[in-house]
DNA sequence: AAAGACTCCAACCGCGCAGCG
DNA sequence: CCGCTGCGCGGTTGGAGTCTT
């Protein structure tokens, strides 16, 4: 019967974003909360599709996002991550605070994945890559059932070091409260692991990957109280604090009206759970 | 200084899934 | 149970910026 198209394509924006719509957009959400993507272009009055306004607040105008290149300790984690769940970006976005799945995508097509191969590993499945070329093809191998890269000498020459455990041992670690921070809806259930296999192994490997050393500080510029305007003026946000401009008075976030300057202080510093 | 090559990332596209009536 | 709707995810692309010749 065929997908009706997300969004009336006639009459919608598409391209670049400008500094008008990203206001508009995050007035509105400011004002309102996270709605249903689909009214959010009608009721902030922007000529885009819902799907793009959403796209457009998680992966850069969320006050929360930590912006530049991946550190070290985040791209070790990332590559660690990628090994277990493969190219389950949102989940591997999931245990970086601050990053979205987009931004991850993007660091792991541009730069790990050549400094895997550089490295003498297959950056799909994380095994060395003479090995991989022996057995070529052998085994449609899953991210998910991929052995863990065996040239740890190879990542300690390089300072990358896999720090891991074998999912069994964690198999009775509490699930995470993961309480993403773009995503109160959570329309992804959490229960869903118990049916499915394959998101039961993901669970598991969540469970799993609580072990996994964080080391890195959360970012702490945008949790900071004092440096928040500092943080948000370099990541771009100056405007978002002059919200006067723009006529944002009070704030509802789905629970109380409150002053948008606690509010925004809040919001920074992720209390939105 | 100019042109071409390359890199990077914001944004788009299409699909799958969950929820609802 | 079925169809519709909305959301989220992963893959891909276009173009701006940077580097190289």
């Known amino acids: 019967m065929g997908r009706q198209p997300c969004c009336d394509k006639l009459g919608v924006k598409k391209g670049p974003w400008t500094t008008e719509e990203d206001k508009k957009l995050v007035n509105f959400i400011l004002n309102n909360g996270q709605c249903c993507w689909r009214a959010v272009p009608k009721l902030a009055g922007l000529l885009r599709c819902g799907k793009s306004c959403r796209l457009r607040w998680t992966n850069y105008l969320r006050p929360d996002l930590k912006r530049g290149l991946l550190t070290e300790d985040e791209e070790q984690l990332v590559i660690d991550l990628h090994a277990r769940l493969g190219n389950r970006w949102s989940k591997i976005a999931g245990r970086l605070p601050g990053r979205t799945d987009n931004e991850i995508k993007n660091h792991w097509n541009t730069h790990i994945k050549k400094k895997l191969i550089k490295m003498g590993i297959n950056p799909a499945t994380h095994e ?103 943080s948000a003026v370099e990541n771009g946000f100056g405007w978002l604090f002059e919200y006067q401009d723009f006529g944002v008075e009070e704030l509802d976030f789905g629970f109380d009206h409150v002053a948008i300057d606690m509010d925004i202080n809040r919001y920074l510093m992720g209390d939105k759970c």
């Open 128 to 230: 060395p890559l003479n090995k991989q070329e022996a057995d070529t093809l052998k085994t449609a191998a899953s991210p998910l059932t991929v052995s863990q890269p065996e040239s740890e000498d190879t990542m300690a020459k390089t300072g990358l070091v896999v720090h891991t455990s074998s999912p069994e041992e964690n198999l009775s670690s509490t699930p995470p409260e993961n309480c993403t921070s773009s995503n109160e809806s959570g329309s992804t259930s959490d229960n869903s692991h118990e049916e499915d296999p394959i998101m039961r192994l993901a669970w598991d490997d969540e469970a799993l990957l609580d072990s996994l050393s964080w080391d890195f500080p959360v970012p702490e510029q945008s949790y900071n109280n004092a440096g928040e305007a500092s």
